[in-house]
C-alpha cells in the first residue's frame, strides 16, 4: 500500500487535504492523524472492517478496544445506550479536551471496535486537525494510537511513519503534539467512576468535578494477578530497545547510584545511556545522555517522554538508567508510562 503524507497546519488545516482524509475513512481506509495527546491511527468506528484493518495495520491484538472520538456532544446519543449524570458533567468541563469515558454502547457500534465489550470508549479531542477530519470523515473515528502495537506513543509524524509507512492510506502531518501521552481513561460502567489510565486530567482534577473518583486496583498493585481493568493497560509497552532502570531517590543519591552502575557497566565493556533533566544532565557520567526535560515545567517532561523513548533505539546503548518523574500534577500519568517502558524495574536510593 502506498501511504500518502500531506503536511497540514494545525490551526488552519486546508480543507482540501482534510476532505480527502475524510473520503479516505468513509471508503473504509486509515488514516494517521495529530491529536493534541498523540497521534491517532483512524479507521471508520462504526464499520467493523476498519476497526479489523486498525489491529492489522498495528499489530494490536484484537481483544484490545478502540476509542472511538466525536466531534459534537450531539454524536455521543448514537453510539451510546445511557449517558449518567457524572459523565455528562465531565463531558461539560472537560470536552473537547484529553479525557475518555466508558460507556455502556449502543447496537450502532460493532464488537469489533469495542474488542467484543458491551461498553465504548469515546472522546472529543481538541485538535483542530482532529475535529475537522472527524466531522469530514463521518463522524466516527476509531483511532487507537498510531503506532506498532508496543512501541511508544507517536508525538510527532516522524514517529507515525517509522511504524506505519505502508500500512495506512494517509499520514496527516500537523506537527509535534501538545500533552504528549494518552488521554485519561474514566469508566462510567460503574457506580463510582473509575480511571483505568492516567493522563493529563488527573483524579483530583476529576473530584473537583463530579466527587468521589477511584483509580483502577490493576494499576496500583503490581501483582500480576490483578489485572487492569482496560484490557490494553496489561500489554508491555513503549519498551525501548535496551534494559530500562528507573532510580528514584534525593537528586544526589540518584546521581550517585547511576554513575557507580555505568561504571560497573562500563568496566565490562557496555554502553550506557541516562535520561536525566536540564538541571542534572552535566552530573552525568555515561556514553549518551539526554535531558527529558526541566523539573520546573511537567508538561515539558511528559511531552518528550515518548519521543526520548524512541531515540534510544536509535542509540548503540546497552542499558539505560533514568531518574524518576513523580512530579506534582502529572507524575502519575508519567511514571504509569515510565514503569510499564522499564517492566517495573525499579529501584529506590
Ligand atoms: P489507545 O487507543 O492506544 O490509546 O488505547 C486505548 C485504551 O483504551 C486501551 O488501553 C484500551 O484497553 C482502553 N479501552 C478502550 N475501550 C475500552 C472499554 N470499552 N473498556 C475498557 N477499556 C477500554
Ligand atoms: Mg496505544
Do not use: C
Request: proline share 6%; glycine share 10%; no cysteine.
Amino acid at each position: 500500500m502506498k501511504t500518502i503524507i500531506l503536511a497540514v497546519d494545525r490551526e488552519h488545516p486546508d480543507e482540501s487535504a482534510i476532505r480527502q482524509a475524510g473520503e479516505i475513512l468513509k471508503n473504509g481506509g486509515l488514516v494517521a492523524f495529530p491529536t493534541e495527546t498523540v497521534y491517532g491511527l483512524g479507521g471508520d468506528g462504526l464499520n467493523a472492517k476498519s476497526s479489523e484493518k486498525i489491529y492489522a495495520a498495528k499489530g494490536r491484538p484484537s481483544d484490545n478496544p478502540l476509542i472511538i472520538h466525536i466531534a459534537d456532544l450531539e454524536s455521543l446519543d448514537r453510539i451510546v445506550s445511557h449517558i449518567p449524570e457524572k459523565a455528562r458533567m465531565m463531558a461539560g468541563e472537560f470536552w473537547p479536551g484529553p479525557l475518555t469515558m466508558i460507556l455502556k454502547k449502543s447496537d450502532a457500534v460493532p464488537y469489533e471496535t469495542t474488542g467484543g465489550l458491551d461498553s465504548v470508549a469515546v472522546r472529543m479531542p481538541s485538535h483542530p486537525v482532529a475535529l475537522s477530519l472527524i466531522r469530514l470523515g463521518g463522524g466516527y473515528i476509531a483511532a487507537p494510537s498510531a503506532n506498532t502495537s508496543g512501541r511508544p506513543s507517536p508525538t510527532k509524524a516522524a514517529h507515525v511513519e517509522e511504524d506505519l509507512t505502508g500500512r495506512v492510506d494517509m499520514i496527516l502531518d500537523g506537527g509535534e503534539v501538545g500533552i504528549g501521552l494518552e488521554s485519561t481513561i474514566v469508566d462510567f460502567t460503574e457506580e463510582i467512576p473509575v480511571i483505568l489510565r492516567p493522563g493529563y486530567i488527573s483524579q483530583e482534577m476529576a473530584e473537583a468535578v463530579i466527587g468521589p473518583v477511584r483509580m483502577d486496583r490493576g494499576l496500583l498493585i503490581t501483582d500480576e494477578k490483578v489485572k487492569p481493568k482496560a484490557p490494553g493497560m496489561k500489554y508491555r509497552h513503549y519498551a525501548p530497545k535496551a534494559g530500562l532502570t528507573i532510580v528514584e531517590g534525593s537528586t544526589e543519591q540518584v546521581i550517585k547510584t547511576i554513575n557507580e552502575r555505568s561504571r560497573i557497566l562500563q568496566a565490562q565493556g557496555k554502553q550506557v545511556g541516562v535520561i536525566g533533566t536540564d538541571e542534572t544532565v552535566g552530573a552525568y557520567e555515561a556514553q549518551v545522555i539526554k535531558s527529558i526535560g526541566t523539573r520546573q515545567d511537567e508538561e515539558t517532561i511528559a511531552r518528550h517522554l515518548f519521543g526520548l523513548l524512541r531515540e534510544f533505539d536509535e542509540e548503540q546503548v546497552d542499558h539505560i538508567f533514568s531518574e524518576s518523574f513523580d512530579t506534582p500534577r502529572m507524575g502519575q500519568a508519567i511514571m504509569n508510562r515510565l514503569l510499564k517502558a522499564a517492566g517495573h524495574h525499579l529501584i529506590h536510593v
